[in-house]
């Protein structure tokens, strides 16, 4: 569940939160955890090798999925931009912060 916590030095409002999720990219799902996320992207944290630009699908258990492109990677961790309706992310985000990823 993402706690209430934000951020102030970004443009839009991040949830801290830790829960597990997928995402899809060239067809292939890895394993991901979501460590932060707002509705205009999320910082992800996983073991398996993905490209700056690289375009993916972040699949969010019982919520759906948005579509992202890498913006960064610094070690383990991987900023994405969500791509699609910023509605549709915006509602995605305010269903973790509400109930949770489960």
């Not at 509705?39 to 993905?50: E, H, L, P, Q, Y």
């Not at 994405?80 to 549709?88: A, R």
């Amino acid at each position: 569940m993402c706690p209430a916590t934000t951020h102030d030095n970004r443009q839009s409002k991040r949830q801290d939160c830790e829960f597990q999720a997928a995402a899809v990219i060239d067809g292939e799902r890895i394993d991901c955890s979501i460590i932060d996320i707002s509705a205009g992207g999320a910082k992800i944290s996983t073991r398996a090798n993905v490209e700056k630009g690289a375009e993916l699908t972040l699949s969010l258990d019982k919520i759906g999925d948005l579509a992202a492109q890498v913006a960064w990677i610094s070690g383990g961790n991987v900023g994405v931009k969500f791509t699609g309706d910023p509605e549709q992310a915006a509602s995605a985000v305010m269903a973790l912060a509400s109930f949770g990823a489960g």
